[in-house]
């Protein structure tokens, strides 16, 4: 017995008969259209699977250009005169009489201050008495010495005459010696006054001070009735006034001993006092310590300065002694070189032919470039430094974008590694 299948369409169409067993044939067509796609997918789906398997690492490009770079080293100090005097006790004193004021101006040669002179006047006085005595006396010994020489004259024509001893003439002979080495020491008992006459002289015109420059007076540490005393060597004297001649301002800044090398005589400089922020004044390097400047806190392991002078070109006039400054010193400049930032610049391990323990690993600095999307290591020869830049001076081309960052991808990159280009960083100017 047969069985009739009767496919109906739901659009009306007229039966349709087809035996038992068998498949429309537009459906077989449909199932091997859906098989062909999702064969397609999984290839692509698995292309990209096998290609997200390599690690890529996100980093950030600048362009190598040209600019114009300073270097520059910088260092903290502060104001002081060319020329600055302390006018100190030479002699000790009561002081008497103070003719100037705290930030007056004095010209060489102006009264300054006057110690009590009356010891030193009396002294020099009693030198003068000593010598009037030592010269009176002079006279009188040169007397008994003359008449002694006329004497052993006598003495001798006797003796020559055969008249009298040999004793007598030796007699005479000792009082003329006698009586020329007394006034021979009269004559250096004058001098030994002279001499103590001169020093209490020289006491006594140290009791007044005058200045020996021009300038201002920028401290004055006394006053009247005060007494002032020297200098000994454990004990400084003291200090009464401190003249200085303002019109040649100096800077002294304290340079690292890693940077000290790079600084020579001449070199200019740019200045900023704390005390005057919108102005900043040229200098020149003057002077270089020769050693580091000793401090009491100093180890071995804490870093060592060294005292760079800078004289202004044209200090204002409000510029004073003691005020806090900060110098820039140029050591170099360039204008229109090729520079990268320098968180670009990487220190790796140089590749050797023959690698072995012993050897000791050398080094080579260089940038890494982005070629065909990955990270190529170019070494590079390196300039001077201006602010955030580096000018390289060999290995890399204008145009060429260096990676710059982040610091962390830098550190692990490798040759070859896949990068991903983030947000480029604006171009340094």
């Known amino acids: 017995m047969k069985y009739r299948i009767i496919w109906r369409r739901k659009t009306g169409d007229p039966e349709t008969e087809t035996a038992v067993g068998t498949r429309p044939k537009p459906k077989r067509k449909k199932v091997i259209i859906i098989s062909a796609v999702c064969l397609l997918i999984a290839v692509i789906v698995i292309a990209n699977l096998t290609s997200q398997r390599e690690k890529s690492v996100k980093v950030t490009l600048e362009k190598a250009s040209l600019h114009d770079l300073t270097a520059l080293i910088s260092a903290s100090g502060e104001v002081k005169p060319k020329k600055s005097i302390n006018i100190s006790a030479n002699v000790p004193g009561r002081i008497i ?86 006034a021979q020491a009269y004559r250096h008992q004058i001098e030994q006054a002279a001499a103590s006459l001169k020093s209490t002289l020289d006491s006594l015109s140290k009791t007044v001070y005058n200045s020996p420059i021009d300038g201002i007076i920028t401290s004055l540490r006394v006053e009247e009735g005060e007494v002032a005393v020297i200098g000994t060597m454990n004990n400084p004297g003291t200090v009464l006034m401190t003249i200085a001649d303002l019109s040649e301002m100096e800077v002294e800044v304290e340079v690292d001993e890693t940077d000290v090398v790079g600084v020579k005589l001449g070199q200019s400089a740019d200045v900023k006092v704390d005390a005057l922020p919108n102005q900043v004044l040229k200098g020149t390097v003057t002077e270089i310590g020769s050693s580091a400047i000793a401090k009491l806190t100093t180890s ?53 032919d023959s690698p072995s323990k012993k050897e000791k690993v050398e080094e080579e600095e260089g940038v890494y470039v982005v070629e065909s999307g990955r990270a190529k290591f170019l070494p590079v020869s390196k300039g001077i430094m201006g602010g955030l830049l580096i000018e390289i001076s060999a290995g890399l081309k204008e145009g060429q974008e260096v990676i710059v960052g982040p610091y ?3 550190r692990e990159l490798k040759d070859g590694v896949l990068v991903k280009t983030g947000v480029k960083t604006p171009e340094s100017e």
């Open 97 to 182: 009489k103070i003719g100037v004021l705290e930030g007056q101006i004095v010209k060489a040669g102006d009264f300054l201050l006057k110690l009590d002179p009356t010891q030193y006047e009396a002294n020099a006085e009693r030198d003068k008495a000593l010598i009037q005595s030592f010269r009176s006396q002079l006279i009188q010994s040169e007397a008994r010495m003359k008449r002694e020489q006329n004497n052993y004259d006598r003495q001798k024509q006797l003796y020559d005459s055969q008249l009298i001893s040999q004793e007598q003439l030796e007699t005479a002979k000792i009082q003329f010696d006698i009586a020329r080495a007394e």
């Open 300 to 352: 071995q392991q804490e870093s060592r300065d060294f005292q760079v002078t800078i004289t202004l070109s044209d200090p204002p006039n409000t510029l004073k002694p003691g005020l806090s400054a900060s110098a820039d010193i140029i050591t170099a400049e360039k204008k229109g070189v090729l520079a990268v930032p320098i968180s670009a610049l990487v220190i790796r391990e140089k590749a050797s």
């Open 408 to 410: 962390n991808s830098l």
